[in-house]
């Protein structure tokens, strides 16, 4: 996502991630527009957000060998372009206390790690496990002392999460992660509910099943959020941030009279 310029940037034919670069809705320059939002206040109508989900490393390593590599590059692209806009930057990360605290061993994802450990403990059943290695967000993904990092011991995106959006007044995600059927539909479905746009790119997305990854993106995703790929979202995306750019220089600088 290296290169999505304003809108100039539609007439590059490229869709790799590497030439997108987001607009920058606080950058200083000469451009009236852009300085009309420089410091994204409260008078712009818009705050936009990338929340990073589900990318510890014990995940990243449950998907097929082939997409690891090629997830973590796009990944890796498009959170360089959201820091490079300055947009807001959330991770949402599962992860588990020592034995699996809190689990029910019916849980029908995460009880088999539950039963599991009480027999064989912490040192040989820890995925996910709080205190080891695989829990950690991927090293190539990094957050920076300025995001925010919000935990959660289940499927679902906890409140804490949507309280830290709301009080960032942000409006527009845009999600990426894994799994695409299991915390990117949830976190989706939990944004959509509270009124925010939700935005994914197919690319930024991956799940451990490529059928089920298929059926959630084109029959369920979509009823929640804008699912595009990496051409159709640089598009769509420069274009929105251009609208709001104008809206919020009308809001700051009404007509005479």
Request: net charge negative; charged share 20%; with cysteine.
């Given at each position: 996502?290296?290169?999505?310029?304003?809108?100039?940037?539609?007439?590059?034919?490229?869709?790799?991630l590497?030439?997108?670069?987001?607009?920058?809705?606080?950058?200083?320059?000469?451009?009236?527009?852009?300085?009309?939002?420089?410091?994204?206040?409260?008078?712009?109508?818009?705050?936009?957000?990338?929340?990073?989900c589900?990318?510890?490393?014990?995940?990243?390593?449950?998907l097929?060998?082939?997409?690891?590599?090629?997830?973590?590059?796009?990944?890796?692209?498009?959170?360089?372009?959201?820091?490079?806009?300055?947009?807001?930057?959330?991770?949402?990360?599962?992860?588990?206390?020592?034995?699996?605290?809190?689990?029910?061993?019916r849980?029908?994802?995460?009880?088999?790690?539950?039963?599991?450990?009480?027999?064989?403990?912490?040192?040989?059943v820890?995925?996910?496990?709080?205190?080891?290695?695989?829990?950690?967000?991927?090293?190539?993904?990094?957050?920076?002392?300025?995001?925010?990092?919000?935990?959660?011991?289940?499927?679902?995106?906890?409140?804490?999460?949507?309280?830290?959006?709301?009080?960032?007044?942000?409006?527009?995600?845009?999600?990426?992660?894994?799994?695409?059927?299991?915390?990117?539909?949830?976190?989706?479905?939990?944004?959509?509910?509270?009124g925010?746009?939700?935005?994914?790119?197919?690319?930024?997305?991956?799940?451990?099943?490529?059928?089920?990854?298929?059926?959630?993106?084109?029959?369920?995703?979509?009823?929640?959020?804008?699912?595009?790929?990496?051409?159709?979202f640089?598009?769509?995306?420069?274009?929105?941030?251009?609208?709001?750019?104008?809206?919020?220089?009308?809001?700051?600088?009404?007509?005479?009279?």
């Open positions: 996502l290296a290169s999505l310029a304003l809108p100039q940037f539609s007439s590059v034919p490229s869709v790799s590497a030439r997108l670069t987001l607009p920058r809705p606080t950058s200083a320059g000469a451009c009236a527009l852009l300085l009309a939002v420089a410091d994204m206040s409260e008078n712009a109508p818009e705050r936009y957000a990338l929340l990073l589900d990318v510890q490393q014990d995940l990243i390593s449950s097929p060998e082939d997409a690891r590599g090629p997830l973590l590059e796009q990944l890796r692209q498009l959170l360089r372009a959201a820091r490079n806009a300055n947009w807001f930057i959330f991770y949402s990360g599962i992860r588990f206390p020592s034995g699996y605290a809190g689990v029910p061993p849980h029908r994802i995460f009880g088999g790690l539950q039963r599991l450990n009480a027999r064989d403990g912490d040192e040989k820890h995925w996910l496990m709080e205190g080891f290695e695989g829990s950690d967000i991927h090293p190539e993904l990094a957050p920076l002392e300025a995001d925010t990092v919000v935990w959660r011991d289940r499927v679902r995106p906890s409140g804490e999460l949507l309280e830290v959006l709301k009080a960032k007044a942000i409006t527009k995600v845009v999600l990426a992660g894994t799994k695409t059927g299991q915390g990117i539909l949830a976190t989706t479905e939990a944004l959509s509910d509270e925010l746009l939700v935005y994914i790119v197919r690319e930024c997305v991956a799940d451990s099943s490529v059928e089920r990854h298929e059926v959630v993106l084109d029959q369920v995703l979509n009823q929640y959020a804008d699912v595009l790929g990496v051409e159709a640089r598009e769509q995306i420069s274009q929105e941030i251009m609208l709001d750019m104008y809206v919020a220089f009308k809001t700051v600088n009404p007509p005479a009279g």
